[in-house]
């Protein structure tokens, strides 16, 4: 193999070669000399040959080569996997309000950024916390089974939307929510998907939110954050979780939350603790680069994506 392996570079050395000849040749013939006098810094040379089936074949035989490394302790206490479990409350004039990226210190900014691993973007921000007060959401038990007859006939009918990401969650819910399932819904401002699961036949859907929910329906119940601590002491055992983009601002401090630099990594693993055997978790973030957009929410890259699925496996993805 190794005969075989020095035979191919040398063919495309050779290749190679030849092309680069070709080409200055028709460079001086043009009137180019070395009167250049505006250059770059000098780039290795290409080695791989430019037919693109033999560059192939040359990456074929090049699969398996050790990479080697050379690692260090990281001076970044937040680099590592574990989590930064702090939760604080954000106080200004005896109020919970929304901060602002400067008014955070060093050390909490750079539990956001991971030692500035995760972009950031400090030009927007939002208070969706009535100024501190909390958010309320009242629903009329009309208004909601009004919301369950549509959601009906969205579903007997399979018209989810235009929207991709509507019409993919949607259809999550529709192949997990069966007839007599109990339902933990993670963020709410509309009982939408509640209503969904309501129509899919779920006995009971429990909404937990930071701010006031008031959904008036005897199969819907709504709790506050006080539900987190209480995860020991209750005998839970939901049979699907749902989340819509709600954990990409859990931590943020925009409605009025405690501020937690992991604090949608955190939920994920106190919901753990909720889950009957056998449960599904549909889940929806935004995904991009790694990037905190503060305090609006955080984009989901590779890092921060497997950070907040860690002790969870991922059995449908769209």
């Known amino acids: 193999m190794g005969g075989l392996r020095s035979l191919w570079w040398r063919r495309a050395a050779e290749h190679h070669n030849a092309q680069q000849t070709r080409m200055w040749a028709e460079y001086q013939s043009r009137g180019y000399g070395e009167q250049q006098t505006t250059v770059r810094p000098r780039r290795r040379p290409r080695t791989e040959p430019q037919d693109p089936v033999l560059f192939g074949v040359l990456m ?25 479990a702090a939760r604080e409350p954000w106080q200004t004039a005896n109020s919970t309000t929304p901060p602002r990226w400067a008014d955070l210190n060093a050390t909490i900014q750079n539990g956001f950024t991971r030692c500035g691993k995760y972009a950031n973007d400090t030009d927007l921000f939002v208070d969706d916390s009535n100024e501190g007060a909390g958010t309320t959401y009242g629903y009329a038990r009309e208004d909601v089974e009004a919301l369950v007859e549509r959601a009906q006939a969205v579903v007997e009918k399979r018209q989810y939307g235009s929207r991709p990401n509507d019409a993919h969650f949607l259809e999550a819910l529709v192949g997990h929510v069966a007839n ?86 955190l939920t994920m693993r106190l919901l753990l603790r909720a889950l009957a055997p056998g449960a599904k978790v549909i889940l929806s973030v935004p995904v991009g680069p790694d990037r905190i957009i503060w305090n609006l929410m955080r984009i989901y890259g590779k890092d921060r994506l497997a950070r907040l699925t860690d002790g969870y496996d991922v059995v449908e993805k769209e």
């Open 60 to 84: 074929a035989l090049a699969i398996g080569v050790a990479c080697v490394l050379t690692l260090e302790p990281t001076t970044c206490p937040y680099g590592a996997k574990q989590l930064l």
């Open 180 to 265: 007599g399932s109990s339902v933990l819904v993670v963020g709410s401002a509309e009982p939408w998907h509640e209503a969904v699961c309501l129509a899919l036949g779920a006995s009971r859907v429990t909404t937990v939110d930071y701010g006031s929910r008031k959904y008036e329906h005897p199969q819907l119940d709504q709790v506050n954050a006080s539900f987190w601590n209480q995860l020991d002491d209750a005998n839970l055992g939901y049979d699907v979780v749902v989340s819509a983009s709600s954990l990409d601002h859990d931590g943020l401090g925009r409605y009025g939350d405690p501020i937690a630099p992991d604090g949608d990594l």
